[in-house]
């Protein structure tokens, strides 16, 4: 019902909690118990304490770069929360929440951001792609997957993640288009955070929205208030319910935004104002599902309090790990691009050494 009573080229978003936490949109209210809404609301939790330390850790140089989600948690948490183990996660590098959602391990997650190959070893039992860093390339992938997953008669939907800015790379016009022509089982979530690190969602495309993409490749396409974890999951779940059912692709914008710097390199605050800043920081998704929690006489301040707390143990806990654990071999660097060490990259590594050795660290 969801998709053919919506029209992307209307421009409503759709919203099932305010910004206020009430219910506006009892018609879409999924039917999830008081155990399944504190489980999300704990996803989101975690994934903010995660975020926080790790942003803290770099700062203190003991975190190598990283990409913070912090506003975010809402539209990875809630559509993750929508897949079942056997569905397909394709992220790109911004996803820690839909990650954490899936079961994947903080200690993993870490060890990515902090250089080690091992954060890309990804249990086989979790179905879930390596971090994908050239933006859109991973959207074929997700195609790929789910038209394997229909040819071999599996009913596995793939979700790929991706940025604004990722909507303005060929790959995502050819896999949109190709998911559209092979009614392939995808949903493609776009985190729309308003930024590709510093051009802003309306330099990147003159559509007034992202989801209104969808019509052209003959697919639903819907704007979601991505600071609305309850819309987000209605959302992805009936999308991924459709493309179950052999009904083909969907489109999700999340309109959200990305409170923090693109990653520990960027400085926001040479391209955005502090008060726009402020204006997103007053939707926060956290504040809004733990008030409407609240309210609902499901959770208190002190429950919170040791959620906070538990969830910031775990993430320390985590880091600990990576530091005493996680120090990569400078031979490993070099020796695994080729069966073979080439001489090029010989030479570079004796170089470093060479280097390293005279600042007394090697
Ligand atoms: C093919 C490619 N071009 C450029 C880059 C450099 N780059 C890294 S992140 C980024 C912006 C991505 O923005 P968006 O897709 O909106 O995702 P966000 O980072 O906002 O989550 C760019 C241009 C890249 N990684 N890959």
């Known amino acids: 019902m ?13 919203q099932i909690m305010d910004e206020n936490s009430n219910i506006k949109n009892e018609e879409y209210m999924p039917d999830l118990n008081k155990e399944e809404l504190l489980t999300m609301y704990e996803n989101m939790i975690q994934t903010r304490e995660a975020d926080l330390k790790a942003l803290m850790y770099q700062r203190q140089g003991r975190m190598l770069t990283y990409a913070p989600n912090i506003g975010q948690e809402a539209a990875q948490v809630g559509s993750a ?20 959602t899936r079961g994947a391990d903080l200690k993993m997650i870490y060890l990515y951001w902090y250089g080690n190959e091992f954060g890309s070893h990804i249990p086989e039992d979790l179905k879930i792609l390596p971090v994908s860093v050239p933006i859109a390339s991973h959207l074929n992938h997700a195609v790929g997957i789910s038209w394997a997953s229909t040819l ?24 949109m288009n190709w998911a559209g022509a092979f009614n392939t089982p995808t949903v493609f979530l776009c985190q729309n955070n308003q930024f590709a690190i510093s051009v802003p969602r309306g330099s990147q495309t003159s559509s007034e929205t992202i989801a209104q993409k969808a019509v ?29 059912r052999g009904e ?37 998704p956290i504040d809004r599902m733990k008030k409407y ?3 609902k006489g499901y959770l208190n301040e002190e ?21 005493t654990n996680g120090k990569t071999k400078l031979d490993d660097i070099f020796k695994y691009h080729y069966k073979e060490i080439t001489p090029q990259l010989l030479e570079q590594m004796e170089e470093y050494k060479e280097f390293l050795n005279e600042r007394g660290e090697l």
């Open 2 to 14: 969801l998709f053919k009573n919506y029209n992307p080229l209307d421009k409503k978003m759709f």
């Open 81 to 100: 929360f929508a897949l079942e183990k056997k569905d397909w996660m394709v992220p790109s590098f911004r996803e820690l929440g839909a990650w954490l």
């Open 152 to 175: 071999q008669g599996k009913d596995e939907v793939s979700i790929a993640y991706f940025g604004d800015g990722a909507t303005s790379q060929g790959d995502f016009h050819e896999a």
């Open 216 to 244: 052209a490749y003959g697919m639903p396409g819907i704007q979601v208030d991505g600071n609305d974890i309850l819309a987000m999951y209605v959302a992805t779940k009936t999308a991924i319910e459709r493309a179950r």
């Open 248 to 284: 083909g692709p969907t489109l999700i914008e999340a309109y959200t935004y990305r409170i923090g710097a693109h990653t520990t390199s960027d400085d926001p605050t040479r391209y955005r104002t502090d008060d726009e800043v402020e204006v997103w920081k007053k939707k926060d």
């Open 293 to 295: 929690l609240i309210d």
């Open 303 to 323: 429950e919170n309090d040791r959620l906070v707390e538990k969830c910031g143990k775990i993430a320390e806990e985590a880091f600990k790990y990576v530091e």
